[in-house]
């Protein structure tokens, strides 16, 4: 019982483009939203978040969107660095419960 | 001067023996997890502190077990260990009331 998914396991752009991964849910009593970043061999590291009361939270090159009447979430990375390749798990929570998504693999090349 | 750390980063034991992962945060958090990622790179939460209550449970076996000393560490203990039981395991921590967790480096313990 997958209830945040992500559908693509992985990504590839070239730098300086715009880079777009999506997170679907299940779940609408989810009202919290966050995207983490995980490098090899590291943790995850928490990247933007947004609640359900907002639909775009922006900060810097990241830009998380929220379609609450779809259940779809994305990050857009733009422009695209190098060192943005990573795996990006999308996340979804409500009260003591959050889900994570499998995670999509991002790979920017120079 | 890294925040929430795990002992040891590798762990290869065989069946049917008992095991600890140690995770210390020194970020003051008021809650710490830990989360098991499988084969299938799903991160699947197993166990919350908060307070040194156990607030989360997940459905995972009673072979695993969190021990938390203080505030500051939440060990984990694996009995009889099992194949199934190979994953790489994160330990977390947050503020209360956060979801926004910082997360260790990750062990992975491979059951031979």
């Known amino acids: 019982d997958q209830q945040v998914k992500q559908n693509s396991p992985s990504l590839s752009v070239q730098e300086g483009r715009i880079s777009i991964l999506n997170c679907d849910y299940t779940?609408?009593?989810?009202?919290?939203f966050l995207w983490y970043k995980k490098y090899p061999a590291e943790g995850p590291t928490f990247l933007i978040s947004i609640s359900s009361i907002k639909d775009k939270n922006e900060d810097g090159r990241f830009t998380v969107f929220l379609n609450k009447s779809a259940k779809h979430l994305s990050l857009h990375i733009v422009p695209s660095q190098p060192g943005d390749s990573a795996v990006y798990f999308c996340?979804?929570?409500?009260?003591?419960?959050?889900?994570f998504g499998a995670g999509t693999r991002l790979t920017v090349k120079p | 001067d890294t925040a929430v750390s795990q002992t040891p980063k590798y762990l290869v034991t065989q069946m049917g023996n008992d095991k600890s992962i140690k995770c210390e945060q020194n970020l003051g958090h008021d809650t710490m997890y830990w989360y098991k990622q499988d084969s299938k790179k799903f991160l699947k939460i197993m166990f919350s502190y908060n307070n040194k209550e156990l607030i989360i449970n997940e459905t995972v076996p009673n072979r695993f077990s969190p021990k938390s000393p203080d505030k500051a560490h939440l060990n984990l203990h694996i009995n009889s260990l099992e194949l199934g039981d190979s994953a790489v395991y994160f330990c977390?921590?947050?503020?209360?009331?956060?979801?926004?967790?910082?997360f260790g480096p990750g062990t992975r313990l491979t059951v031979l």
């Open positions: 977390a921590s947050s503020q209360a009331l956060s979801y926004e967790q910082f």
């Open positions: 996340a979804a929570a409500k009260g003591d419960d959050m889900r």
């Open positions: 779940n609408s009593m989810f009202d919290y």
